[in-house]
């Protein structure tokens, strides 16, 4: 039985434009429960200004809650050194660094262009010569790998430069993320063959929004050349606050359906996120939630891959 790894990324990607502040007890709450359905590989939370998203003042405690619980890979997401640097002051080491591959989502995003985002990564790649970043398992996210609701195109030659000097400049994963919706199975493919062998067996995940339907669709593509790792996020949450019209990730209980019916072992029971989920709309209130699954129900002959 093959294993695909599916990282929980609502309590980041999720939150990060979500109206209300979620509590942190709640926050943990989800994340212990996440647990308890099987994920083992959750990003946590966020370590970027309490100003710009105040969703994410509370990283440190998150951080502490989560690495708790024994058995979990606990990550987070960081738009510069400096977030970095409290990640690890936090003890996250699984540090995820995002970067956009157009210039224009780039600047609005971190006020950086491409060029000045990649020199970040190459200080931050930097902290593994130092004693607070000894441990850094450091993995590169390339927004807008397949274009840009700003710039509009995204030369993909310039995607796989950035992913080759990423893989030199010492990133332990490759994570391409179509931010804004906008790939197609096709692209997908084309982007991922190549990634895949820069990347030369350093992992290399998915990061989809379904913002026009096609998140899963792309899944499959990825699926097929080869990819073994994504991001999904519970309820279908999410969405870049910096990326015009970005919506949510590809929905975590539909995921783990389709993956599991196509024979790959996720480890994660649809019933327990099911009943998570629940308790999340209502804390979360008035949001756009997602999901086929939620909808309709498994059908009866749905049969766990493990099983
Ligand atoms: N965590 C906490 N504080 C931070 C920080 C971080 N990661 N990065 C910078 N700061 C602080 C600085 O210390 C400085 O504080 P001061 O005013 O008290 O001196 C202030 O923020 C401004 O720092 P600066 O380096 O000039 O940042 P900036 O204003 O150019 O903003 C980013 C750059 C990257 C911090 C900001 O654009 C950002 O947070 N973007 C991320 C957006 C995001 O979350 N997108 C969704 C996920 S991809
Ligand atoms: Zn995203």
Redesign the pocket.
């Known amino acids: 039985m093959e294993r695909i790894i599916v990282r929980e990324v609502g309590l980041?990607?999720g939150i990060?434009m979500a109206h209300r502040f979620l509590e942190t007890e709640r926050k943990l709450e989800w994340v212990r429960r996440d647990f308890a359905a099987g994920v083992r590989e959750v990003e946590a939370t966020?370590?970027?200004?309490?100003?710009?998203?105040p969703q994410f003042a509370d990283a440190a405690e998150v951080a502490a809650g989560a690495l708790a619980i024994e058995g979990l890979l606990v990550s987070s997401?960081?738009?510069?050194l400096?977030?970095a640097e409290?990640s690890l002051a936090a003890g996250i080491t699984h540090v995820n660094y995002?970067l956009s591959a157009s210039d224009a989502h780039s600047r609005a995003?971190?006020?950086?262009s491409t060029d000045e985002a990649i020199e970040e990564f190459r200080r931050i790649a930097a902290l593994k010569q130092t004693d607070l970043g000894k441990d850094l398992v450091l993995g590169v996210?390339i927004?807008t790998t397949f274009g840009c609701t700003i710039q509009g195109e995204v030369d993909p030659r310039r995607v796989l430069e950035i992913a080759e000097i990423l893989v030199g400049g010492g990133a332990d994963e490759i994570i391409i993320a179509d931010?804004v919706g906008y790939a197609n199975p096709g692209q997908v493919k084309d982007i991922l063959r190549p990634v895949l062998e820069i990347a030369a067996g350093r992992r290399v995940s998915c990061h989809f929004h379904d913002t026009r339907g096609l998140g899963l669709a792309n899944l499959v593509a990825a699926v097929e050349v080869g990819a073994r790792a994504f991001d999904a996020s519970l309820a279908g949450l999410g969405g870049?606050?910096?990326a015009p019209g970005a919506t949510g990730n590809i929905n975590l209980e539909d995921t783990v359906f389709l993956l599991e019916s196509l024979g790959f072992s996720t480890g994660i029971d649809i019933g327990a996120l099911l009943e998570l989920r629940r308790d999340v709309e209502s804390w979360l209130g008035d949001e756009r939630f997602s999901g086929a699954i939620a909808r309709a129900g498994l059908p009866k002959t749905y049969r766990p891959a493990a099983a």
């Open positions: 980041r990607d990060q966020s370590f970027v200004p309490p100003k710009i998203v997401l960081v738009p510069n400096k977030g409290r995002v995003n971190v006020r950086r996210g927004a931010t870049c606050p910096f």
